[in-house]
């Protein structure tokens, strides 16, 4: 069983930054790849970035070059370094995790609000 835990959500103005954190908690070790999905009203989910046990990263278009995503293996944890945030990042961000032999991110968090304002 893994937990994932975020936090680091809130509202900033567009051109600013955020940083989300993921913790997680458990049978982390079935855990070979953590990501971040984003969710907004009326729009489809997407997984806006990801990042292995190794350290390979991928990113979706509409974030690339603004957004970091990183990992500290001995913290259990995961990071989302957002840069010159526009107001369509607007949403919900889920820390996900995806087990060893997957292809899909099974393990979700509760997800924190993210609010860009004009």
């Known amino acids: 069983q893994v937990q994932l835990v975020e936090s680091g959500g809130g509202l900033v103005q567009a051109g600013g930054s955020l940083r989300l954190s993921c913790a997680a908690i458990?049978?982390?070790?079935?855990?070979?790849?953590m990501g971040w999905h984003r969710q907004a009203p009326g729009k489809q989910r997407e997984l806006v970035a990801t990042?292995?046990?190794?350290?390979?990263?991928t990113y979706s278009d509409s974030v690339k070059g603004r957004f970091t995503i990183s990992r500290d293996n001995a913290r259990n944890r995961s990071y989302l370094q957002m840069n010159s945030l526009k107001p369509e990042d607007t949403a919900v961000y889920y820390c996900?995790?995806?087990?060893?032999?997957?292809?899909?991110?099974?393990?979700w968090g509760q997800g924190t609000q993210v609010t860009v304002s004009t």
């Open positions: 990042i292995t046990n190794g350290g390979t990263t």
């Open positions: 996900v995790g995806r087990s060893l032999g997957q292809s899909v991110y099974t393990h």
């Open positions: 458990g049978n982390i070790g079935s855990i070979d790849a």
